[in-house]
């Protein structure tokens, strides 16, 4: 059986395990936060507000000995949601969430969850240099009109990324603010950041008190990755941005003109959910139109978790809602953030590398990748003394992990020792080393990373290197008494093929919450991204460091997130009548699936060809999304439609209904009827045909006509009906129809592609096709 087929048996047994695993516990006395959904329309007259009202339903759970001590239920509440969620976060027992549930005009109770953050050239990879002045994304006023709200650890304000120079007055729809702080004043807001807000309650009631000697109770970021998210996002150029000499270049947002608002949600000990159910529904309500939001947790069921829920009452207004996917890849079944109305985005690598090799006494040379630039310096011209303390390649123990405390002075001092990647910070193995004596570093990836390379600012000299190599140098030094090396950085390499390649951290699907649903929709890039930096903190975050920049290289989700939410904030500047769906559409189906050798997308775990369960539709073509001739539009009563279908109680759909008391009216059905940019069909009993449908809207030329190829399947016929669309006329809707019939049950998911092409407009549809077999 080949190494996919084991990986697919793993996801089917993922997918009738998952719900049974228990996430959390907490002991019954024990005060935890509860984010509780409340039916605003339930509210009695007698009550003024609704927070009111949300007092005396709490009150009415709280113990009688409770209610007439000092605090009653005074502090319980911690959060009003008003605008994206209706309901409160509030302080309780797990016996007194278990009562409030079961009271009238209480929808849902969600406990507390703690997410955490996924952690230049990519404007011109991406094509989107406005020195070329036949590029249709060229700055325009009307992208000052756009406002994204990143959800993060702050901004740091300083940064010549967040200059606003030439820059019009703040949009008059925005209702938004600057709160201040310890070290963050209203004079930090400009016209570029004109928003910063902080959550923290829910991360007090779970930690207690932020230590204000340690931590900006303000929006002031000392952490880095919110700075470095909101410059991705839509940064101001800045010429001559580097960091330590790699990556020198203009450093600017996706979209330049669009305008930020700052969101601290995130602290030293996490993410905390409520605290981000706050931000949404206060970014919603300031008048953001983009959101940002590089972190994610575990995945829940659609009705129990708050984000997806959020995020739906998001949509509702209008709202274009850009997650990362995680960074659990290589593994299946890893993806955060699957909510078919949020866009989720995978990480992909461009064609820059920042190369470094290790020089063996056998005169073998290996190339790896590094951004060292220290004072300490190797000759290249001499070889040093070598040293793995493990004691088997292919195993690795704490001594060769290069953990703290794990390394002998006398063995390591004064040569460069070979450490395997794992459990600890790939550049706080070279703090260890450095402490040990050591000269140098040579970082090996294990099985679990491959051959994918990550570049990081280190201490002391050191070379990270893939898996293959790594095994050949580790035994050479436990064979070798006399084993050396010399270690040698190059700079910057432009032009690496081939590129883009799903990186190996990436997260992957099928998504188990509904197979019919693609997860993740698109791949940006995400490895190596150079952005502006906190003045707080060093660009290896090691408390040793004590180095200051002003922009830093990170990679991970979080990096390929805000690049598709600025193109999102730019193609709202050009269609500002498109809604979220048309918006998603239009990123996915002109998305590629080739690299630059013009071979197909490949996945830097196997170095195999990558499929739609690492990169979606493909990876991000800003220039042929601005112009996509159809789109796939979902409106907020579809996307209930699509949860009419996934047998949830009356209870449960409702928390999806505050706004508008939606009600099923059974459009669609099966969940593959979703009008997605994507098709996915899942033979689940005996069946052998099943039947999807599809409607686009043109948003091309009026008179258009459009052809539809698709690719061949080996376990089924494909049938589109009509094949030919004629357009008459801008903004017409035009339905068809897919057929499947099997042919043979296939033991793996089949991939394929379904294109409409005018001539000028190539639409392409990523297809999947799963056989489960009959028991």
């Excluded at 890039?525 to 200051?548: F, M, Q």
């Amino acid at each position: 059986m080949d190494e996919y087929s084991v990986k697919w048996l793993f996801f089917i047994l993922t997918i009738y395990l998952a719900f049974s695993l228990v996430l959390c516990s907490q002991t019954p006395s024990t005060k935890k936060t509860y984010i509780v959904q409340m039916d605003k329309t339930s509210m009695p007259q007698s009550f003024s507000s609704h927070l009111e009202w949300y007092s005396s339903k709490v009150k009415s759970v709280v113990s009688e000995q409770e209610k007439h001590g000092d605090d009653g239920n005074k502090g319980r509440i911690i959060y009003n949601y008003e605008t994206a969620f209706h309901g409160m976060a509030a302080q309780l027992t797990e016996e007194e969430a278990e009562k409030l549930e079961e009271q009238d005009g209480v929808m849902a109770i969600f406990p507390e969850t703690i997410c955490q953050l996924h952690t230049t050239r990519s404007p011109k990879f991406l094509g989107l240099e406005r020195e070329d002045s036949t590029n249709a994304w060229s700055q325009q006023l009307t992208d000052h009109d756009v406002v994204v709200g990143v959800l993060d650890t702050g901004i740091w304000p300083e940064s010549a990324s967040f200059n606003d120079t030439g820059m019009a007055p703040v949009p008059s729809h925005w209702k938004g603010t600057c709160e201040t702080g310890r070290a963050f004043n209203a004079h930090h807001c400009n016209r570029k950041i004109i928003g910063a807000r902080v959550f923290y309650r829910g991360y007090e009631a779970a930690t207690g008190k932020i230590n204000e000697q340690n931590e900006h109770k303000s929006p002031r970021d000392q952490d880095g990755h919110g700075t470095h998210t909101a410059a991705t996002v839509a940064g101001s150029p800045v010429r001559g941005a580097n960091l330590l000499g790699y990556a020198y270049g203009t450093a600017r947002g996706m979209a330049p003109g669009a305008r930020i608002a700052a969101y601290k949600v995130c602290w030293a000990g996490g993410c905390f959910s409520s605290d981000i159910l706050s931000a949404v529904d206060r970014a919603v309500a300031d008048g953001v139109n983009v959101l940002s939001i590089s972190l994610g947790g575990g995945v829940s069921s659609y009705y129990h978790d708050s984000l997806s829920i959020a995020t739906f009452g998001a949509m509702e207004m209008g709202v274009f809602v850009s997650c990362s996917a995680g960074n659990g890849g290589p593994d299946p079944v890893s993806l955060t953030n699957v909510s078919p109305w949020i866009t989720t985005v995978g990480a992909s690598t461009m064609d820059r590398e920042f190369p470094a090799t290790v020089k063996l006494g056998t005169r073998t040379t290996v190339t790896g990748t590094s951004l060292y630039k220290g004072q300490r310096n190797l000759l290249t011209n001499k070889q040093y003394p070598l040293v793995y303390p493990g004691s088997n390649s292919s195993s690795p123990d704490p001594s060769s992990l290069c953990l703290e405390g794990t390394l002998d002075p006398v063995k390591v001092g004064g040569k460069i020792v070979i450490c395997d990647r794992g459990i600890s910070p790939r550049v706080q193995k070279g703090q260890v080393v450095k402490e040990a004596g050591g000269i140098g570093m040579i970082l090996t990836n294990t099985a679990a990373n491959g051959e994918e390379l990550v570049a990081d600012c280190h201490l002391l000299p050191a070379v990270a290197i893939g898996e293959m190599h790594g095994k050949a140098i580790k035994h050479y030094a436990l064979t070798n008494r006399n084993a050396t090396a010399t270690l040698a950085f190059i700079g910057t390499k432009l032009g690496i093929r081939p590129s883009p390649v799903v990186a190996a951290f990436s997260s992957r699907g099928p998504n188990f919450l509904t197979l019919e649903i693609l997860k993740p929709d698109i791949v940006a890039p995400g490895v190596d991204i150079l952005a502006a930096w906190t003045g707080d903190l060093s660009p290896s975050s090691l408390p040793t460091d004590h180095r200051r920049v002003k922009f830093n290289i990170l990679s991970g989700t979080s990096m390929s997130c805000p690049h598709v939410s600025g193109i999102a904030a730019l193609l709202k500047a050009r269609h500002p009548e498109w809604s979220p769906a048309a918006m998603k559409s239009a990123l996915m189906t002109t998305a590629y699936v080739h690299d630059n050798n013009k071979g197909p997308l490949k996945d830097a775990s196997t170095a195999a060809p990558s499929t739609p369960f690492e990169h979606g539709a493909g990876h991000i073509n800003p220039l042929k999304a601005i112009d996509p001739g159809l789109i796939y539009d979902i409106d907020p009563q579809d996307y209930f439609e699509f949860l009419c279908t996934q047998s949830l109680t009356p209870i449960q759909l409702k928390v999806f209904s505050k706004h508008s008391n939606r009600s099923c009216h059974h459009s669609l059905a099966t969940p593959g009827d979703l009008n997605y940019p994507a098709i996915s069909v899942v033979f689940s009993d005996n069946s052998s045909t099943l039947t999807i449908h599809r409607t686009v809207t043109n948003v091309g030329p009026p008179i258009s006509k459009y052809h539809v190829a698709v690719s061949p399947f080996k376990g089924a016929t494909v049938k589109v009906e009509p094949q030919t669309l004629n357009f008459t006329s801008r903004n017409q809707k035009l339905s068809y129809r897919v057929t499947f019939i099997t042919k043979y049950r296939q033991t793996i998911p089949e991939f394929g592609g379904l294109v409409w092409k005018d001539g000028v407009h190539k639409v392409r549809s990523p297809i999947i096709i799963t056989w489960f077999l009959p028991i």
